[in-house]
């Protein structure tokens, strides 16, 4: 009975072994692909800079005059800017996670066949 049992957990051991780069490249990185744009959607949802955009000329607290519609304006630009900057960075973190994804069993591999080959 343990040699039956054996026998099945290191069969199915070596499939996963074999399977592992087809799931990564695949359906891993489709699934990875997909979180991370949800994630931008999600900071997108919540920084709204297209929003403020959208109200740039809306007046703040309902001062109608001159001088309050031109502080609202310069007011809601400079936040625009900074919401944009930090939905732009926030876009750079998920490209470099997904090139990480990318790349890490690769890297992995080559430090292993670098040990082995050096020593």
Excluded: E, K
Excluded at 52 to 74: A, E, V
């Amino acid at each position: 009975m343990f040699l039956l049992a054996f026998q099945r957990i290191l069969f199915q051991l070596i499939l996963d072994i074999l399977y592992f780069p087809l799931w990564w490249y695949g359906v891993g990185l489709r699934r990875v692909m997909f979180g991370l744009f949800h994630m931008l959607q999600d900071a997108n949802a919540s920084l709204a800079p297209g929003l403020w955009l959208r109200n740039i000329f809306t007046p703040m607290y309902g001062q109608t005059d001159f001088q309050g519609r031109l502080m609202s304006f310069f007011m809601r630009l400079v936040n625009i800017i900074g919401r944009l900057f930090a939905l732009i960075v926030y876009l750079f973190a998920l490209v470099v996670m997904l090139c990480l994804w990318l790349t890490v069993p690769v890297a992995i591999i080559y430090m292993m066949m670098h040990v082995v080959l050096v020593q």
